[in-house]
C-alpha cells in the first residue's frame, strides 16, 4: 500500500497542472511515479533530470546498453518497480538478461551498475580500469551521475511504496 497517494490532475493547483501539461506535452503520460512526486515540484524536477542523464548517456552507449545498466541497477537495489519497467522494455525486445551474451562494454556497464548499487565505497579498481579502456573521464562522471539518479528513482519507489502501473503488471509473471 503506498504511502503517499498518486496526484492526480484534477486535483492539482494551477501551478502543478501547468508543469504536469509541459511534461504531457513533451513526453506522454505521468506514471504512478511521477504522479507521486508532483506533489512536491522540485522534487519531480530534480528526479525528471534523469531524462537529460539517460539520452547523454544512450548518446555513447546506446538504449540496449543503458537499458541493461537501468536493469542492473534496480535488480541489484531490489525496487520492484524500476525492474519489471526495465524487464518490460527488454522483454519485449526479446532479450533474456539472464542468459543475454553481453558485448565486453555492456558488461563492464552492467558490473559497475551493480557495484555501485552494492557498495559505492568499495567498487573494485578493476572496474574502473575497465571502464576507462571504453570511456573517457567525461562519460564516466555521466555514467556514474545516470547511476546516482536511477538509484534515486529507486529509492523512492521502494521507500514510498508506490504500485506498479497496470501495463507492468503482466511482466511480472514472466
Known amino acids: 500500500m503506498p504511502y503517499i497517494s498518486q496526484l492526480k490532475y484534477e486535483d492539482a493547483n494551477e501551478e502543478t497542472?501547468?508543469?504536469?501539461?509541459?511534461?504531457?506535452?513533451?513526453?506522454?503520460?505521468?506514471?504512478?511515479?511521477?504522479?507521486?512526486?508532483?506533489?512536491?515540484?522540485?522534487a519531480f524536477h530534480a528526479l525528471m533530470e534523469w531524462f537529460p542523464l539517460e539520452e547523454a548517456c544512450e548518446s555513447f552507449l546506446g538504449e540496449r546498453a543503458v537499458n541493461f545498466f537501468c536493469y542492473a541497477i534496480s535488480t541489484t537495489n531490489d525496487c520492484l518497480l524500476c525492474s519489471i519497467f526495465f524487464k518490460k522494455i527488454l522483454d519485449d525486445a526479446g532479450i533474456d538478461f539472464a542468459t543475454f551474451d553481453f558485448t565486453d562494454e555492456e558488461r563492464v556497464l552492467v558490473d559497475y551498475g551493480r557495484a555501485i548499487t552494492a557498495d559505492a565505497n568499495h567498487i573494485d579498481p578493476q572496474i574502473f580500469a575497465r571502464m576507462k579502456e571504453f570511456w573517457n573521464e567525461e562519460q564516466i562522471v555521466t555514467i556514474t551521475a545516470f547511476a546516482t539518479l536511477m538509484i534515486a528513482t529507486n529509492i523512492i519507489n521502494k521507500s514510498l511504496q508506490i504500485n506498479l502501473d497496470e501495463e507492468l503488471i503482466p511482466y511480472t509473471k514472466r
Open 17 to 42: 497542472k501547468k508543469v504536469i501539461d509541459a511534461w504531457v506535452a513533451e513526453h506522454g503520460p505521468l506514471t504512478n511515479m511521477k504522479e507521486t512526486l508532483i506533489h512536491s515540484i522540485p
